[in-house]
T-cell receptor, first 115, second 111 residues
């Protein structure tokens, strides 16, 4: 149980385009989803927290207009990197947790490369 | 602000050796502690967690961790590692909602 699916696993795009990453909880209702970014040999850095039906809460230094997060249902959250630039290239990971449970279950991550 | 420090970036062991990975944290509140593992090419998986109660917690695959409040530590241990334990290990601390991760420790177990 507690499976989180993230898609795509890898994406390459041109500078200036937008990229959407999906995160789905397959066998539980995810009341809260989290988006992280991981740089090489660094820790996971929390970008934002989203609760179903509410606006996401962004961490300090994360541009909310650049990283659009939508959590429209209890099983799906999306992260859209708008007008991507090479410095946005990174590994993006989502996680989800259900109501009343303080355990996050992680997706496999998305490797974004912006040319 | 909360923070997590993992002492070793890389650890190399032979099979059957004992393992201890250090984790120290700072957190101003009721602390929940986690160890996650990421096997090559796979997603992060929960190894074990501590919320309250017995400070010695047992997780999957023979791993255990001990919460020592006075030392702000939550070290991960395994008495005898296997080649299949080769992975990256992350310590994390959090309250009810968000988690703060350490930088991870890459464990390489040679057969």
């Amino acid at each position: 149980g507690a499976v989180v699916s993230q898609h795509p696993s890898r994406v390459i795009c041109k500078s200036g385009t937008s990229v959407k990453i999906e995160c789905r909880s397959l066998d539980f209702q995810a009341t809260t989803m989290f988006w992280y970014r991981q740089f090489p040999k660094q820790s996971l850095m929390l970008m934002a927290t989203s609760n179903e039906g509410s606006k996401a809460t962004y961490e300090q230094g994360v541009e909310k207009d650049k990283f659009l997060i939508n959590h429209a249902s209890l099983t799906l959250s999306t992260l859209t990197v708008t007008s991507a630039h090479p410095e946005d290239s990174s590994f993006y990971i989502c996680s989800a947790k259900g109501q009343g449970k303080n355990i996050q279950y992680f997706g496999a991550g998305t490797r974004l490369s912006v040319l | 602000a909360q923070s997590v420090s993992q002492h070793n970036h890389h650890v190399i062991l032979s099979e059957a050796a004992s393992l201890e990975l250090g984790c120290n944290y700072s957190y101003g509140g009721t602390v929940n502690l986690f160890w996650y593992v990421q096997y090559p090419g796979q997603h992060l998986q929960l190894l074990l967690k501590y919320f309250s109660g017995d400070p010695l917690v047992k997780g999957i695959k023979g791993f255990e961790a001990e919460f020592i409040k006075s030392k702000f530590s939550f070290n991960l241990r395994k008495p005898s590692v296997q080649w299949s334990d080769t992975a990256e290990y992350f310590c994390a601390v959090g309250g009810y909602s968000t988690l703060t991760f350490g930088k991870g420790t890459m464990l390489l177990v040679s057969p």
